[in-house]
């Protein structure tokens, strides 16, 4: 067994993951609830056994490092961290439903890892410039805030959607959208969640900054990559300010959830393969 | 309430510090799409003579520097420091507040509130309660009102200064950037190997730096992976002061050397068609290092010998082996084949030479002095520790009444957080059910 066979089994058991939530959602199938809960669990578990095993590998090739250093690394870290990140809220806030919302984003980023042919899924040594204590904290902290960042795009667009069939007044408990949590407590988990995913930015975007002084003795540089990751930070603190002290809640928030959450993709993703500069990781 | 010009209060509101974050969001933009400190004429090529006419007048080819974008940042650090300003005293009012004055009728109407009663006095009540929230970690204090014994308790009360330090740490980092600009500098010197220098050119200005030292590169080497990728760039470096090596170190990227405040970077290199040599004597140890071209001869002073460069096989850009052509003043000439970086020991007649060869480089060094980065740390830490007090961290009060009628005393206490209200409830409950069983 090895590690891409591992993260291959990861790719599909995600997608049944997003099925059996998709279930539990639509057909009220409660009783699955745990079974589905206990399955993500494992399925959690191979992949994490797949990214220790693949770090492992790395130092077998004889250039070790940890599994963070190429774009397809950094999307199988991506799904492991939402998948981390929503296991945790369903166990804090008891809901279920969250997963058809949030599960789907860990399936895409896998399925895109998996099956996208101008992203390379070798093991590659380490180029000087990546040779760095820095590279594990900064790619971590950034994405424990792009997991945070997706899963309160799920949630958003989940509040949309019951706000849309509320308007209408057609929910009841027993129409599908009835058995999501009330409008109040997903604005709440959408915002607490873009509160964790914030501070998690903010350190990421710190850690970069410290790492590029000590690499290049410049700790910005407005490097497109870096301006992006700005721009993502400018917009969720205009979200936490305007819900602080304009009280801005409810479908405005979910909005700004979702667009801020297309920045993150574009930092994330967009900048690698659209624009040049430092971190064109993606591009090889 | 004081009354406030409009010039403040345009300037404390939090619409001017959203509608500046997002003019900053929007147009930071630009310089992501349009390449940044690029010549005139390279965007007249690449966009037309007007556009680039245009970007020079908006400063565009330069924008994170220019005059409109430093003052979108200007009135944020303005918004920010008279926000607090408007704001802070209030806040710390709060913090200072003589809780135990708080009116018992304000109290009994609180959210969270609970009540119980006892038939022991109220000295030992007071004690009881005291002890109960102090083995919580709440150190009350107590004060007598017309017809109750009021105590309270908080935790957290700094918490509310969170927003505050993060605030602050913007403007922190703010000025850990201007005084960078002001008595730091930046630029580069591609050093050949075994080459000095004492100065260098600064970026943008293009100005002459004095080191105040002299700097050495001894050795330059790139080492490749099986693949053909880098795997590392080393220099090794020798610092000069009044002609006294003071400092020796191989730097790598992400590991450069610091001297007198100033940071070496290893940020890239040059090869030449040129060839260092470094012939030592094995019976006097005496060394000659020689730079030269391919194909010449050149004399070696100290050992009364002639070295020079015959052959060479490359790969790609780097050159392989090198084939040496050696003679001193007695016998026939020596060639032989030396690897890159390597070397090689040849037995003359009475006499032995270690002889060392490689393809010459010179060092790109990027240069940076920057007394404002603790600054801008120490702006960044403040962030942190501030994001997570304003976020995670609350101010949490518990009051309690004592009151006595007929001989029984009734407990009431009630409690208030400004954030994490949920949180908050489960450790009132957890509480009050505490200090109930504590005062039965």
Known sequence: MDSSQLLGITTFTYMFSTILYAIIFIFKAKKLGPAVTMF????FLVQTAGLILRWQESYTLGYGHAPLTNMYESVVFFAWTIIALYL???????????????????????????????????????????????LIAHVVTCFIGYAAFAVAAGLGFMYLLKNMSETRQTTNNDSLLGTLPSLKVIDDITHKTMVFGFLWLSVGIITGAIWANSAWGTYWSWDPKETWSLITWFIYAITLHARYTRGWDGSRIAWLAIFGFVSVIFTYYGVNFLLSGLHSYGSN | MKKKNSLFSFFSSVKLALFTLFLLSITSIIGTVIPQKESISWYAQNYSETTARIFQVLSIPNMYNSWWFLGLLGLLAANLIICSIDRFPGVWKQIKADNLA?????????????????????????????NGLLSKGWKAAQR????????????????RTGVYIVHASILVIFIGAIIGELYGFKGSVMLPETQATSSFFQFGTGKSIDLGFTLRCDRFEIEFYDSGMPKAYKSMLTIFENNKITLEKEIVVNDPLTYKGITFYQSSYQGYEDFLLTVTNQENGEVQTVTMPFQQQQDLSKHNARIGIVNAEAMGQSITRMKVWFKDDLGPASTFWINAGGQVTVERPGKKYTIAAKQMYATGLQIAKDPGVWVVYLGCGMMILGLFVAFFMSHKRIWILLSKEDDIST??????????????????????????????
Not at chain 2, 122 to 128: F, K, M, S, V
């Open chain 2, 144 to 159: 007598k009102h017309d017809n109750a014994l009021m105590l309270f308790a908080q935790k957290g009360a700094m918490t």
């Open chain 1, 88 to 134: 945790v809220i369903e166990w804090k806030f008891k809901t279920r439903v969250i997963g058809a919302f949030a599960v789907p984003f860990a399936f895409l980023a896998m399925a895109y890892g998996s099956f996208a042919t101008n992203i390379s899924q070798e093991i590659s040594p380490l180029i000087p410039a990546l040779q760095s204590n820095w």
């Open chain 1, 40 to 43: 993500t669990l494992v399925a």
């Open chain 2, 102 to 130: 708080t009116d018992p009728k304000r109290i009994m109407k609180m959210r969270l509130t609970a009540s119980w009663t006892s038939d022991k006095s109220e000295e030992i009540l007071a004690t009881e309660l005291s």
């Open chain 2, 411 to 440: 407990i009431q206490i009630s409690g208030s957080s400004n954030k994490n209200k949920v949180g908050f409830e489960k450790i009132f409950a957890g509480l009050s059910a505490n200090l109930e069983t504590d005062t039965k």
